[in-house]
């Protein structure tokens, strides 16, 4: 399974960036997908994630500023930012826990290559 971002550029206090991500590949299933980020000299850390079932959880630093999306059919998840601020600076990216096969119960991490989002003050 690959997962493929884009979306991540440079942008000025208070604006929005969306990025997006979509799975390809022999696909059993997805449970959930979701959003990290690490910004230099930090640990990575959840921004966002979305089950199947439509179940967000939001780290307490972008709620109701981020709003994941998901479109189950496509293996696609979108991050939408606004309001956002230099402390958002860091590489974004895009990770999903994948089945490992038709009728198994293990599931995997897979993550995407990563796309910087650069917030200017």
């Known amino acids: 399974v690959q997962l493929q971002a884009s979306g991540g550029g440079l942008v000025q206090s208070g604006g929005s960036l969306r990025l997006s991500c979509a799975a390809s590949?022999?696909?059993?299933?997805?449970?959930?997908m979701g959003w990290y980020r690490q910004a230099p000299d930090k640990q990575r850390e959840l921004v966002a994630s979305v089950t199947s079932g439509g179940l967000t959880n939001y780290a307490d630093s972008v709620k109701g500023r981020f709003t994941i999306s998901r479109h189950n059919a496509e293996n696609t998840v979108a991050l939408q930012m606004d309001s956002l601020k230099p402390e958002d600076t860091a590489a974004y990216y895009c990770?999903?826990?994948?089945?490992?096969?038709?009728?198994?119960?293990?599931?995997?991490?897979?993550w995407g290559q990563g796309t910087l989002v650069t917030v200017s003050s």
């Open positions: 590949g022999e696909i059993f299933g997805i449970s959930v």
């Open positions: 990770n999903a826990r994948v089945r490992a096969g038709p009728e198994s119960g293990i599931y995997f991490d897979s």
